[in-house]
């Protein structure tokens, strides 16, 4: 079993960061692939981020070039670095395992104008 533990999430203007960080505790030997998600009232809950074991990312379209997914391994944690917040990036934002495995509590952005 993985716990995930989310933390960073707050409140700030538009245009501002915040970074996300995700602390993995357990098999975290099974994590090959962690992601961030985010949900919002009455959307579906969507991916926004993967890291991958070697490094490799992948960001939804409305995101690159402002989020940044990273990890460090040996400290079994990962982190959302979100720059430039739009309105539209106020949500409920999660950990994950890359297969739904395993989630995080959720942390709480809300961006403000």
């Known amino acids: 079993l993985v716990r995930l533990v989310e933390s960073g999430g707050g409140s700030v203007r538009a245009g501002g960061s915040l970074r996300l960080s995700c602390a993995a505790s357990?098999?975290?030997?099974?994590?090959?692939?962690m992601s961030w998600w985010r949900e919002t009232l009455g959307k579906e809950r969507e991916g926004v981020a993967s890291?991958?074991?070697?490094?490799?990312?992948t960001y939804i379209d409305s995101v690159k070039g402002r989020f940044t997914i990273s990890q460090d391994r040996a400290k079994n944690t990962f982190w959302l670095q979100i720059d430039n917040l739009k309105l539209e990036d106020s949500a409920l934002y999660y950990c994950a395992d890359c297969y739904g495995n395993y989630w995080g509590q959720g942390t709480q952005v809300t961006v403000a104008s």
């Open positions: 357990g098999a975290t030997d099974t994590l090959s692939c």
């Open positions: 890291i991958y074991t070697n490094g490799y990312t």
